[in-house]
């Protein structure tokens, strides 16, 4: 607030007193007045006026000087109208009631938001439990399928439906991890929420998602070792969902002959898991982007099935969770995903004893 | 001697196909189609293992599984579509033996159940053979072996593998995708290329070993011993 606002913001009263002096400056001239006299009467009706203004400015200042400050301190900034300053004026009081009506809509709209936004994510989630049955059943009917005409496999019809129900089954692990991604992507905002830190085999999850994933990898003509003896501290699901995805990234931009390579290394307190493919890789000016959401690249535009979802989501959960995730690539030689797990000081001491 | 399991789960389709899932992996199976008697069951039938719906109409899985731990000590797998790690966190407080979340790939649920019977089998013998015998030529599987006669080859785990799936379908032609595929069930991830290099190599051990034409291969079908 500058003075000259402020004075400003007064001249009205200013405009009053000036022509309050004026009219009795002019009446006490014509009853005969002597004008030194009249002077300093003007000049004392000025000091008082003067000095008024001043401590007015000065309370005026303080004030809205506090107020700022609360509301620049303040974490939630619409909640100012419950916390201004105290204050005898009149206006204040009437401003001040209806800041706090206007913010008290704003809070019940964005309560109805979040209300709102609660229900879509629960009635998510639960729908995604419900389709994974179907899911189920149809793996299952798949997996007995096969099982049961495998036995004769001299027919070629038989050949035949071992390669439908085959396809059928892979489309369905499709399925399965769009679905997962929804999931996930709904509970990426609240992941402390949700997770369940245990101690985890690396080597037993990678196991799993590669066992999950095996026809399609078998299809791709993969190979993949696995040498993960370090155990880290981490959950399950969360880490299974991370890793099935860079696997899939690994299969979308392969070579002629793919070739995984899973293993980790133990630092002094940490343990980095690194995934490394001989796949397309990525263009150098486009790895400072590769996990922005919605980002495709041109390996991506060349693969139509991009959504620039996956590794978004993946760095995601890794922060969530703790993890480290980054990448390394030379383009046309391959991509190397590192994972780094921190270990706490106590594990790391009590293991080193 | 085959482990009897217990399978609660209310959908009609997924407890006919685990059925025979579990069936076609010599399992004896119990899938009642009223589970409220759950416990007693689990008691009166004598199972091995039990495998738990935890999202069952008109009663929980939780409840169900509080119900047999206070019963027996049988072991208890929740099967679940619910992915949270509260329900997680529950199911092991419950004294649940593991937690398998749907959709479960077959073969991994298969495996999970066959480490916890192998963990909470108390003085049971494994019925699983380790010894398989065709044409006069015996597999050794614990020791990873094959002998003829007098003479005896060390394997490579590979080897192991590919003729332990050609002895279990001793007589007819095993496709190599489902070759490729047994491997990658049993942790040894290859391609089809390197898989004919494996065999090829184990063609040669064997006929230094005087077994020429044991395994026969035909070309579009795969492999038979």
Redesign the interface.
């Known amino acids: 607030m500058k003075p000259s606002a402020f004075l400003k913001d007064r001249s009205l009263l200013l405009l009053l007193h000036l022509s309050c002096m004026a009219l009795l400056a002019g009446f006490l001239h014509i009853t005969g007045y002597p004008a030194a006299n009249i002077l300093l009467i003007c000049a004392l009706w000025s000091l008082i006026l003067g000095a008024w203004l001043f401590v007015t400015y000065l309370q005026r200042k303080k004030y809205f000087q506090e107020a700022a400050q609360i509301l620049e301190h303040m974490d939630k900034p619409y909640l100012l109208g419950e916390v201004l300053p105290d204050s005898w004026h009149l206006e204040d009081k009437l401003y001040r009631d209806m800041l706090r009506r206007s913010n008290k809509s704003v809070i019940e709209e964005i309560h109805a938001l979040e209300d709102a936004m609660q229900e879509y994510r629960e009635y998510l989630e639960s729908w995604v439990?419900?389709i994974?049955?179907p899911?189920?059943?149809i793996?299952?009917?798949c997996?007995?399928g096969r099982?049961a005409v495998?036995?004769e496999?001299?027919d070629s019809t038989t050949?035949g439906i071992?390669r439908l129900l085959?396809d059928i089954t892979l489309e369905n692990n499709k399925i399965?991890n769009y679905v997962d991604m929804v999931?996930y992507y709904a509970r990426s905002g609240q992941v402390h929420k949700?997770?369940?830190i245990r101690e985890t085999d690396l080597q037993e999850i990678i196991?799993?998602v590669?066992?999950?994933e095996?026809?399609l990898?078998?299809q791709n003509?993969?190979?993949?070792?696995?040498s993960c003896p370090d155990k880290v501290f981490t959950?399950r699901?969360w880490i299974s969902f991370i890793i099935n995805q860079l696997i899939l990234n690994s299969i979308k931009y392969r070579s002629d002959?793919p070739v995984?390579h899973f293993y980790t290394q133990r630092d002094k307190n940490s343990v980095t898991l690194t995934v490394e493919d001989n796949g397309t890789g990525i263009l150098p000016e486009e790895m400072p982007r590769i996990f922005e959401k919605g980002f495709t690249g041109s390996n991506g535009r060349d693969h139509e099935k991009a959504t620039g979802m996956g590794l978004y989501l993946c760095r995601k959960l890794c922060d969530g969770l703790g993890i480290s995730l980054s990448a390394q690539s030379e383009y046309g030689q391959g991509t190397k995903m590192l994972l780094t797990f921190p270990l706490s000081s106590y594990i790391t001491a009590t293991d080193l004893d | 001697m085959h482990y009897k399991i217990l399978l609660i789960e209310d959908e009609l389709l997924l407890r006919k196909e685990l059925t025979i899932l579990l069936e076609n992996a010599m399992y004896q199976v119990i899938a009642p189609e009223s589970y409220r008697n759950a416990p007693e069951m689990a008691v009166s039938e004598k199972a091995d293992l039990v495998l738990l719906d935890v999202n069952l109409p008109d009663c929980n899985g939780f409840d169900l599984c509080t119900g047999i731990r206070s019963a027996t000590d049988i072991p208890v797998i929740f099967l679940t579509a619910r992915t949270d790690s509260m329900d997680e966190l529950i199911g092991i407080l419950k004294g649940a033996d593991d937690y398998i979340t749907k959709p479960y790939q077959p073969a991994l649920l298969l495996a999970r159940i066959g480490a916890v019977l192998k963990r909470t089998a108390k003085g049971r013998t494994n019925w699983e053979a380790t010894l398989l015998s065709h044409k006069n030529v015996t597999l050794d599987i614990a020791a990873c072996r094959l002998s003829c006669r007098e003479r005896s080859l060390d394997l490579t785990k590979t080897e192991m593998k590919i003729l332990h799936l050609l002895f279990l379908h001793a007589g007819a032609f095993v496709a190599r995708t489902n070759l490729v595929e047994y491997l990658w069930e049993n942790h040894i991830f290859l391609d089809d290329n390197t898989l004919s290099v494996h065999v090829t190599r184990l063609r040669e051990k064997l006929r230094s070993a005087g077994l020429s034409d044991f395994i026969e291969t035909k070309r579009g079908m795969g492999y038979r011993i």
């Open positions: 439990h419900e994974k049955t899911i189920t059943g793996s299952l009917l997996e007995n099982k495998s036995a496999l001299s050949k071992n085959r399965e999931l949700d997770y369940l196991y799993e590669l066992g999950k095996r026809l990898l078998i003509h993969v190979q993949a070792d696995v959950d699901k002959a995984l």
